[in-house]
């Protein structure tokens, strides 16, 4: 389990678009005026994907401990003008799942409405929650949004993300 740093999307068709299977879960949310929608199959292989739409980085955290309705959150991911990527540090703390940023590794929970760090040089400070998406079918969700934004993957040949 980990991150994808750098997604591989679709929007509005394509080769995994055109083969999701009409009954696959999905969640998404408007994010910068655009339907963003990640398949919950790949939600949950990682717990982290730190995305960036048009140009503005957000993070999609997956609770494997919670029940679906409220697995899912999408977070702002800048702080004091500077891109956060966050990753799992494989520790869950009250069912929730530990992150750690990139930058300065400080330690980031779930708490409230936002991510805030626990631990590290950005003690104290937060990453606002923007929205907590309910899990749809991909048919239910593709005929209100056929424009969407569909996550497909990682770009992984780029490495990790040096902040």
Same mark, same amino acid.
Request: charged letters at 20%; proline letters at 8%.
């Given at each position: 389990? *980990?991150?994808?740093?750098?997604?591989?999307?679709?929007?509005?068709?394509? !080769?995994?678009?055109?083969?999701?299977?009409?009954? #696959?879960?999905?969640? *998404? %949310?408007?994010?910068? +005026?655009?339907?963003?929608? =990640?398949?919950? !199959?790949? @939600?949950?292989?990682?717990?982290?994907? +730190?995305?960036?739409?048009?140009? %503005? $980085?957000?993070?999609?955290?997956? +609770?494997?401990?919670?029940?679906?309705?409220?697995? =899912? #959150?999408? =977070?702002?991911? #800048?702080?004091?003008?500077?891109?956060?990527?966050?990753?799992? /540090?494989?520790?869950?703390?009250?069912?929730?799942?530990?992150?750690?940023?990139?930058?300065?590794?400080?330690?980031?929970?779930?708490? %409230?409405?936002?991510?805030?760090?626990?631990?590290?040089? %950005? /003690?104290?400070?937060?990453?606002?929650?923007?929205?907590? $998406?309910?899990?749809?079918?991909?048919? /239910?969700?593709?005929?209100? +949004? $056929?424009?969407?934004?569909? @996550?497909?993957? !990682?770009?992984? #040949?780029? *490495?990790? $993300?040096?902040?």
């Amino acid at each position: 389990v *980990g991150a994808i740093d750098f997604p591989l999307v679709e929007i509005g068709g394509g !080769a995994i678009w055109q083969r999701l299977p009409p009954e #696959s879960v999905v969640v *998404g %949310h408007t994010i910068e +005026n655009r339907k963003c929608v =990640y398949p919950v !199959a790949i @939600l949950g292989k990682v717990l982290v994907i +730190n995305d960036l739409v048009d140009e %503005h $980085p957000y993070l999609v955290v997956v +609770n494997p401990f919670f029940r679906p309705v409220v697995a =899912y #959150s999408i =977070y702002e991911a #800048s702080l004091d003008g500077h891109r956060v990527t966050l990753a799992p /540090t494989g520790y869950f703390q009250d069912r929730k799942p530990v992150l750690f940023d990139r930058g300065t590794e400080s330690l980031w929970l779930d708490m %409230h409405d936002g991510l805030t760090a626990v631990a590290g040089k %950005h /003690t104290r400070k937060r990453l606002m929650r923007v929205a907590l $998406p309910s899990p749809v079918s991909w048919s /239910t969700w593709v005929s209100r +949004n $056929p424009q969407s934004r569909l @996550l497909v993957g !990682a770009d992984r #040949s780029r *490495g990790v $993300p040096s902040e």
